[in-house]
Every structure is written in structure tokens, then in C-alpha cells.
């Protein structure tokens, strides 16, 4: 009996429901949501606010300017889930992304709609960090991993949807896309009802208190958010160019900008879907290389090409390489990050995945002005294939190809 006593209370946690899962993904795919449904309408946004936008650059930051926001607020909200906890702060960051996404529809001028946009990235820097690091808390080992492949492949898979759907949806007016933000209310009773908030006991929190500083991989964590950084630059020129490049090639048409992109982003579904499995096989650092070297290689062709077939398919080997890379980062950061800072880290990683993507056409504008789009996309292929092969050869040299 005394050495019943003497023992720590167990903290047992709730079994993780089908239920849960579901809500956890259905959540996941607002990220995608986020620039997918308005990734088609560009080109029609572009000519509704000619007068007001010659150059067209407000309307391309329409779509990017959410990412600064996010990475404005997804380290502050990294920093208030892991002191005050998960829940409180997704409810109210999904109930602001469904509002501020609607508002799109009644927007009257670029500013209120940038405005608007603006706040949206805001609650996705919120909603992102808050649910990826829900899933790192209610799992752990294999079931993590398979389950954050299954994320990323769930928000490429809807990605598909909403951007054929806002193709669909942009033939009758550029503005119907937006409305569809406001039906993510749903998920605010679905948030408070059927999600848990993780143990944050006294003991849990003695615990945290106790974490050695030299247990946190810095430099791990550096080298990822950079390679994040990189990969979301270049990545981010298809969605934001590549409608352009299509509108001189084939004439206008949203569907057709919508099922190009929409291909890359199935083949980013399915490759999320398979690192489940060769998570268990191979090294992090061996997807990464393998996932540079195929989206480098996807990007190459597009830019040699004119016509529909090899644009598709350097899309789709694209799309499959960087659904290699994205999942397996998360996972690296989660197995290798204690519980105590795993918010703060993890809502670092969805700061450089934002700055990536929201620099992406600051730095992309000056090329497409002196070399094109396909000559831009073909330097993005040179640079992702040589950081590929530079890590190749790194990994074969320090750690004999493990």
C-alpha cells in the first residue's frame, strides 16, 4: 500500500475517437482552403479591378498577403497554447476565419478586401499551429507520423476540390468563391464539443517547467525552417504564375488554371499519403532529397513546355516531390521537440511556410519582368534539383547514406 501511494497519478488520456480524427482533418483543410478557392479567379479578379490595379500586383497579393499575417500570428499563437492552452484560441480563430473569409464576397474596393484578408491570415496562423500541435499531443511514434501524412494528403486532397470548385464557381462571378468560408461555422461547435484540451496538470506543467534548454534541437530546427522557407518560395509559383503563363498560352479560362494547379496539388495528396509508409523506411533527410530532386525535375519540364500533356505531367512530379517534403518537416520537428515548447516550434514552422509563400512573388516579380515566367520556373528547377543533389552528397559523405 505504501508503495501504492508513493506512486505518480497516471494522467490517462481520452482514446482518440473516429470522431476526433475526423474534426482534427476537417480543421487541417482550411489551410488549404485559404488560397486554393481564389487561386482560379486571379485572372477575372485582375480584370474586374483593372482601373483601380493596372499592374495587377494588389490582386496577386489578395491571394499571398494572408501568408504575412500568418507569420505574424502563428508564433504569438505558438506562444499562447503552450501557456494557456489549445482550445480557446481555435475556437475563436476558426469563428474569425469564417467571417473574415466571407467578407471577400461584399468587399466594394482592393483595400477592404485586403483588410479582410489580412485578419484571415491572422486566425490561419491561429487555426494551423493550434490543430498540428493537437495532433502531436494526442499522438505519439508511428500512429503521429502516419497521422500528419494523412493530414498534409487530406489538405492537398481538398485543396483539389476547392480549386476546382472556385474554377467552377468563378464562371459565374469572381466574387462567389468566398461565400464558401462561411460555412466553416460549423466546425466552432464541433471544436468545443467533441476536441479535448491535452493535460495541462500540475504535474504536466512541473514537468515543462523542468526542460533543459540543450534538449531543444536548434540547430535542427534552423535548417528546417529555412529549407521550409525555400521550398514554399519556389513551390508558390505555380499557384500565383503559373494562371498568367496559361492565360498567354491557352486563352482565358479560371477552370483550366484551376485543374493545372489542382493536378499539382492531388500529386502533393498522394505523395503526403504514401509518407506514412516510407516514413518507416527511409531517413528524414532521404525524403527531403528525393523530394527536392522531383519537384526541381517537375518544374523543368513545365518551363520547356507549350503544350497541356507535359505541363500536367511536371505538375503532378512537382506536386508529388514537395508532398514528400512538407509532412516529413513537421514530423522531424514533433518527434524530436519536447512537449513544453512544441507550440512555439511548431508555429514556427507555419511562420516560414507563410513567409515563404508571401515573399514568394515579392521576389519572383523582377524576374518574370526580365526572363518570364518559364524562365523564372526553370532557374526554381535548377536551384531545387542542385540543393537536392548538395544534400545527397552531404548525406552520403557525414552519414554514409543513412
Do not use: C
Not at 316 to 334: E, K, R
Amino acid at each position: 500500500m505504501t508503495a501504492l501511494a508513493a506512486a505518480p497519478m497516471e494522467h490517462k488520456r481520452p482514446p482518440i475517437t473516429r470522431l476526433i480524427r475526423f474534426t482534427l482533418l476537417f480543421i487541417s483543410t482550411l489551410g488549404a482552403m485559404l488560397g486554393s478557392l481564389i487561386t482560379p479567379i486571379l485572372p477575372a479578379m485582375q480584370r474586374a479591378f483593372a482601373t483601380e490595379d493596372p499592374d495587377g500586383l494588389m490582386v496577386k497579393l489578395v491571394l499571398t498577403i494572408p501568408a504575412l499575417f500568418i507569420v505574424i500570428g502563428s508564433p504569438i499563437a505558438g506562444a499562447v497554447i503552450d501557456r494557456y492552452g489549445r482550445k480557446p484560441l481555435l475556437m475563436v480563430a476558426t469563428l474569425v476565419y469564417a467571417l473574415s473569409g466571407a467578407f471577400g464576397y461584399f468587399a466594394a474596393d482592393l483595400t477592404l478586401l485586403l483588410i479582410s484578408r489580412a485578419i484571415l491570415g491572422l486566425a490561419v496562423g491561429a487555426i494551423m499551429t493550434t490543430v498540428t500541435t493537437l495532433i502531436a499531443d494526442y499522438m505519439e511514434g508511428t500512429t503521429r507520423s502516419q497521422f500528419l501524412g494523412l493530414q498534409a494528403a487530406v489538405i492537398g486532397f481538398s485543396g483539389t476540390l476547392y480549386l476546382i470548385g472556385g474554377g467552377m464557381m468563378a464562371s459565374v462571378s469572381w466574387r462567389l468563391p468566398f461565400i464558401v468560408y462561411a460555412g466553416t461555422l460549423i466546425l466552432v461547435p464541433m471544436i468545443i464539443w467533441i476536441l479535448f484540451e491535452p493535460d495541462r496538470s500540475p504535474e504536466a506543467n512541473a514537468n515543462q517547467q523542468a526542460i533543459d534548454p540543450q534538449n531543444i534541437p536548434i540547430r535542427l530546427i534552423v535548417f528546417i525552417y529555412l529549407l521550409v522557407i525555400f521550398v514554399q518560395i519556389t513551390f508558390n509559383l505555380m499557384p500565383v504564375q503559373l494562371p498568367f503563363h496559361l492565360d498567354t498560352l491557352f486563352g482565358e479560362s479560371s477552370s483550366d488554371s484551376a485543374i493545372a494547379v489542382a493536378a499539382m496539388t492531388f500529386a502533393f495528396a498522394i505523395a503526403s499519403w504514401v509518407f506514412g509508409i516510407l516514413d518507416r523506411h527511409f531517413t528524414n533527410m532521404t525524403i527531403i532529397i528525393a523530394g527536392l530532386i522531383l519537384t526541381g525535375v517537375g518544374y523543368l519540364i513545365v518551363s520547356q513546355s507549350i503544350t497541356w500533356p507535359p505541363i500536367l505531367l511536371g505538375l503532378v512530379i512537382a506536386g508529388f516531390g514537395n508532398g514528400l517534403i512538407m509532412p516529413n518537416v513537421v514530423v522531424w520537428l514533433a518527434n524530436e521537440t519536447p512537449t513544453a515548447v512544441r507550440g512555439r516550434v511548431l508555429g514556427g514552422n507555419t511562420l516560414a511556410i507563410f513567409l515563404g509563400q508571401f515573399i514568394s512573388p515579392v521576389i519572383a516579380q523582377p524576374f518574370i519582368v526580365s526572363i518570364s515566367i518559364p524562365g523564372l520556373i526553370a532557374i526554381a528547377g535548377v536551384l531545387l534539383v542542385a540543393l537536392g543533389g548538395v544534400f545527397w552528397v552531404y548525406n552520403r559523405l557525414v552519414f554514409k547514406g543513412s
